[in-house]
Nanobody, 116 residues
Framework: QVQLAQSGGGSVQAGGSLRLSCVAS????????MGWFRQGPGDEEREGVA????????HYSDSVKGRFTVSQDNAKNTLFLQMNSLKPEDTAMYYC?????????WGKGTLVTISS
């Protein structure tokens, strides 16, 4: 089972930036999906934020498009999420995930808190 180790996150003021990292314990097949999800306070489900799809293209939710950038370092089995122009509504637990369905394995989550 692939293990995903997350780092980054924290607290910043609105307008600030943060970068999340996710290191996989082994090589992730490039045909698999890797991405970021988040679950805000009171939300029952996790929202897909950004991902690399099976075609290698990047996908973003409308709520973060233009502000967040997902990237990866295949040599280091690492996925990144650069978050700029952060808003209070971006406050959430962020999860790295991946696999054939993009939800087969998960990181433990990292908290991002944006103050106004």
């Amino acid at each position: 089972q692939v293990q995903l180790a997350q780092s980054g996150g924290g607290s910043v003021q609105a307008g600030g930036s943060l970068r999340l990292s996710c290191v996989a314990s082994e090589y992730i097949d490039s045909a698999y999906c890797m991405g970021w999800f988040r679950q805000g306070p009171g939300d029952e489900e996790r929202e897909g934020v950004a991902s690399f799809g099976y075609d290698g293209a990047t996908h973003y939710s409308d709520s973060v498009k233009g502000r967040f950038t997902v990237s990866q370092d295949n040599a280091k089995n690492t996925l990144f999420l650069q978050m700029n122009s952060l808003k209070p509504e971006d406050t959430a637990m962020y999860y790295c995930a991946g696999g054939e369905t993009c939800k087969d394995y998960w990181g433990k989550g990292t908290l991002v808190t944006i103050s106004s």
